[in-house]
Structures are given as C-alpha cells and as structure tokens.
T-cell receptor
Framework: RKEVEQDPGPFNVPEGATVAFNCTYSNSASQSFFWYRQDCRKEPKLLMSVYSSGNEDGRFTAQLNRASQYISLLIRDSKLSDSATYLC???????????FGDGTTLTVKP | NAGVTQTPKFQVLKTGQSMTLQCAQDMNHEYMSWYRQDPGMGLRLIHYSVGAGITDQGEVPNGYNVSRSTTEDFPLRLLSAAPSQTSVYFC????????????FGSGTRLTVV
C-alpha cells in the first residue's frame, strides 16, 4: 500500500461546479499536511496547508480527519484556471522527508 | 528574492556520463529535498537533508549522491547516467513545521541517451 493515496481521477467538471478530492495516508505519526497544485510541465506550487480545525482560502477549503487518516480539498465555483493536477503532501513533524501523492487531475470545461 | 534556483534547466547526457544538478535557495530553509518526476507520474523522493552536513536517502536513491556543505546549496550528482534516469528533477526547500510548505525550483529536464 502506498504511504499516500489520492483519488485516481481524472475529474472533468463544468465551470461553476463544486469538486472534492480526498487523500489518505498510512503513517499515523504524520503531522504536517499540504495541498499543492501542479500545472503541466511546471513545478508544484503550494496551494494551502491543512490544519486540524480545517481552513478556507477563498473558494478552497481543506479538511483533516486524523481518526480516519485522510485530508480533503473542496473547490467551489470551479474556474477554467483551476484546471491542474492537485497533489497532497504528508510530512512527519519536523522531519525533512515528505511524501507526495500521485496527484488528481482536474479539468474544468466551459 | 530568488527562492529556489536550479541549473541547468535542460540537459542531455550520454549513457555513462556523470554530472551534477545544482540547487540553491536563499530563504535560509533548513530542509532541502530532491525529487524526480517521470512523465504522467508522481514525485518520488531521491535524497533529502535536514541541515548542513546531514543527508539521508529517500525512496529512489540508487545512482545518485548528494552533499550539503552549506544551508544554501544542495547539489545532486548522477554517478553514471542511465536511460532510466531520464526524468524531470525538482529541488525543493522548506522550514520545519505545519506552515513549512515546500518551495520548488523550476526543475531540470534531463534526457539520457
């Protein structure tokens, strides 16, 4: 079993739709959680950290469920510019080794 | 503020050649890592460092060496290039803790023929 697993995708949604991605992790010692966005042939860029209490940044909401060991990303009112691959990242506390999920591809269509 | 700088951006090597991919960051980040990403695949950790003088292996370390003599620099050395090492290589740095998301360099696209 992979240490971090994501919905396989791809997700194809119309503009304005709400879409949610899940990511499960196997290491219960994991303490830091992030969502990244990667555009085709570009470097990943930090989208948001994920906190235990959940956090929101505009149209994006991230949730953490420690008991079930998963994190989620909700995108509301999808835009064409949201089309990208979304990666979840899990890190042990204060350890340099972070594990990336394989990513979920989102395509938002007019 | 340059962030994470990787050089070169593109490289073609012949099988058996060696080379060093350079990575430098100017954010005083303690942690640095090297990842490779094959077409249509996720990121796989090659080596990482939690501070100057400290390095450790990741998921796919074979064929690569690293060193961390300063906080700023974390070069990745390919010992004897093989076609299986054709990939995009990303260097990244971060600070410890929950707010310490990685900042990535723009990548080195390596082809081994």
């Amino acid at each position: 079993r992979k240490e971090v697993e994501q919905d396989p995708g791809p997700f194809n949604v119309p503009e304005g739709a709400t879409v949610a991605f899940n990511c499960t992790y196997s290491n219960s010692a994991s303490q830091s959680f992030f969502w990244y966005r990667q555009d085709c042939r570009k470097e990943p860029k930090l989208l948001m950290s994920v906190y235990s209490s959940g956090n929101e940044d505009g149209r994006f909401t991230a949730q953490l469920n420690r008991a079930s060991q998963y994190i989620s990303l909700l995108i509301r009112d999808s835009k064409l510019s949201d089309s990208a691959t979304y990666l979840c990242v899990v890190s042990p506390w204060n350890a340099g080794k972070s594990t990336f999920g394989d990513g979920t591809t989102l395509t938002v269509k007019p | 503020n340059a962030g994470v700088t990787q050089t070169p951006k593109f490289q073609v090597l012949k099988t058996g050649q060696s080379m060093t991919l350079q990575c430098a960051q100017d954010m005083n980040h303690e942690y640095m890592s090297w990842y490779r990403q094959d077409p249509g695949m996720g990121l796989r950790l090659i080596h990482y460092s939690v501070g100057a003088g400290i390095t450790d292996q990741g998921e796919v370390p074979n064929g690569y060496n690293v060193s961390r003599s300063t906080t700023e620099d974390f070069p990745l050395r390919l010992l004897s290039a093989a076609p299986s090492q054709t990939s995009v290589y990303f260097c990244a740095s971060r600070t410890p803790g929950q707010d310490g998301g990685y900042t990535f360099g723009s990548g080195t696209r390596l082809t081994v023929v």
